[in-house]
């Protein structure tokens, strides 16, 4: 059974570039939730998508969008790239709603 | 939204020695969560645990619903468990996980 999977591992972009983070969840799970991980802080909510709508979203701009396509895998876009995004993405999956949520390894994003 | 506080902030144990993390949450929850964070940043799950008592292996987790707080134990630590512990929780509304600022534990051989 295969867990969450993200690609890809790491990434160098440049500011005002734009990147797309891809997530696979975990056979069986339907909701797709994102975070970002700061150096030395807790994951932060960014959203979490089901049934391929965007069902909540955190305290993060526009510049920062979603998909989930109808096989439950989902991508995370950020458009104008700062220095600040540089961070861990983070995908977790889950089946509905207040069930535990499985984690990704992540992907590293570095923004110069 | 619901605060989510972790104690203690670091813990250096000598391996084989007991410990216990502390999660303070201020709101009830309808999901918590315990995790292991390892060197290359993966989360891995350790307890899902929204009330009572759970155990694995040299672990166990205690929720106390009511009393808005959950003890993760560790018993006969090994180097290996060395890395950040993360509490985390589900709350009212809220489909996210609120993550708490974590307990950066290292065990020394």
């Known amino acids: 059974d295969a867990g969450v999977t993200q690609s890809p591992t790491h990434l160098i972009k440049t500011r005002g570039q734009q990147v797309t983070l891809r997530c696979s969840p975990k056979s069986g799970h339907d909701t797709v939730s994102w975070y970002q991980q700061a150096l030395g802080q807790g994951p932060q909510f960014i959203f979490q998508y089901y049934e391929e709508e965007e069902r909540q979203r955190g305290n993060f701009p526009d510049r920062f969008s979603g998909h989930q396509f109808p096989n439950y895998s989902s991508e995370l876009n950020v458009n104008a790239l700062l220095l600040g995004d540089s961070a861990l993405y983070l995908c977790?999956?889950?089946?509905?709603?207040?069930?535990?949520?499985?984690f990704g390894p992540g992907t590293r994003l570095t923004v110069l | 939204g619901i605060q989510v506080e972790q104690s203690p902030p670091d813990l250096i144990l000598q391996e084989g020695a007991n410990s216990t993390l502390r999660c303070n949450f201020s709101?009830?929850?309808?999901?918590l969560q315990w995790f292991h964070q390892n060197p290359w940043g993966q989360l891995i799950n350790l307890f899902y645990i929204p009330s009572g008592t759970k155990q694995n292996g040299r672990l166990s987790a205690t929720t106390v619903a009511t009393e808005r707080y959950s003890l993760l134990y560790i018993s006969s630590s090994q180097t290996t468990d060395s890395g950040v512990y993360f509490c985390?929780?589900?709350?009212?509304?809220?489909?996210?996980?609120?993550f708490g600022a974590g307990t950066t534990v290292t065990v020394r051989a």
């Open positions: 977790a999956s889950s089946l509905w709603v207040y069930n535990e949520q499985f």
């Open positions: 985390a929780v589900e709350s009212g509304n809220d489909y996210k996980l609120s």
């Open positions: 709101d009830s929850v309808n999901n």
